[in-house]
């Protein structure tokens, strides 16, 4: 019984003395926060007048952003689509080289399009159409750089450009470039079709190339993922491999 009395004493002071110290660090913590909140109130005392501007700078900044996209970037796009329009009307007309364009300020086509609003989504769109035409003509180096130019946030439309862009290396007989592409054109894509008819163009120029352990990694891969559009081509290629 006394034995349990000490035991239950001993108990309590170990309550007593666990509150008194989170009684202690409690005050500290509030202690800290008042010191912390002092010396922010001595900061913002002693530089409000830097602090106030840099709250201008910033307010300035941000209203000149918004302005800047109103006033400048809107227009802007609205102008590249107009443009961009009357040349696809030309396009559909069969009148390529109107279409084209860049030649004088009354039509500029996607050549002109491209040049004066290359810092627009329709400018950068009018690059890659100008590319295209380009490589019909037979004007391969232009048509590649070009593309080059144009950037998308569609991974179709950015598969397509590796793709073009490696078609044009390859008729300017840089094959290594043009495959180095088409692996670009798989990797930018997640649609399936878009995918297989890379990976099938990259092996049938692996194949050219002589390089067939590539060939085959390409043929196999159709094998494995897109049997739905091959029709069972893959494997025919693969054997081929063997003996190319």
Same mark, same amino acid.
């Given at each position: 019984?006394? +034995?349990? +009395? ?15 110290? &989170? @009684?202690? #660090? ?14 922010? &109130? ?9 602090? =106030? ?11 000149? +952003? ?7 970037? &809107?227009?802007?796009?609205? &102008? $590249?689509?107009? =443009? ?8 559909? #007309?069969? %009148? ?6 860049? %030649? ?9 399009? *491209?040049?004066? /609003? =290359? ?8 690059? *890659?159409?100008?590319?295209?035409? %380009?490589?019909? #003509?037979?004007? /391969? ?22 793709? $073009?862009? $490696?078609?044009?290396? $390859?008729?300017?007989n840089r094959s290594d470039e043009a495959l180095s592409l088409v692996s670009?054109?798989?990797?930018? =894509?997640?649609?399936? /079709? ?29 094998? #494995? ?6 029709? @069972?081509?893959?494997?025919? /290629? ?7």
């Open positions: 019984m006394h +034995f349990n +009395f000490n035991k239950n004493m001993a108990k309590n002071t170990f309550k007593s003395n666990k509150k008194e110290v &989170e @009684g202690k #660090e409690t005050v500290e913590v509030f202690k800290d926060l008042d010191r912390t909140a002092l010396d922010t &109130e001595r900061f913002v005392e002693k530089n409000a007048k830097l602090l =106030s501007i840099i709250f201008g700078v910033l307010v300035i900044g941000v209203l000149g +952003f918004f302005a800047y996209k109103q006033f400048y970037v &809107e227009p802007r796009n609205e &102008e $590249a689509t107009l =443009s961009y329009l009357a040349a696809q009307k030309n396009l559909a #007309e069969g %009148k390529e080289d109107l279409a084209l364009g860049g %030649k004088n300020a009354a039509n500029p086509g996607y050549l002109g399009t *491209y040049k004066d /609003y =290359s810092d627009t989504e329709v400018g950068k769109l009018s690059a *890659y159409n100008a590319g295209l035409i %380009k490589y019909k #003509e037979g004007k /391969y180096q232009e048509a590649y750089d070009l593309l080059d130019k144009f950037s998308s946030d569609s991974k179709v439309l950015m598969a397509l450009k590796y793709g $073009a862009m $490696a078609d044009s290396q $390859a008729n300017l670009k054109a798989i990797s930018a =894509s997640d649609d399936p /079709y878009t995918s297989y008819y890379f990976t099938r163009k990259a092996g049938m120029l692996a194949l050219a190339l002589k390089k067939n352990e590539d060939a085959k990694k390409y043929f196999s891969t159709i094998d #494995e993922k897109y049997q739905d559009y091959d029709n @069972g081509m893959s494997e025919a /290629y693969i054997e081929m491999v063997k003996y190319y």
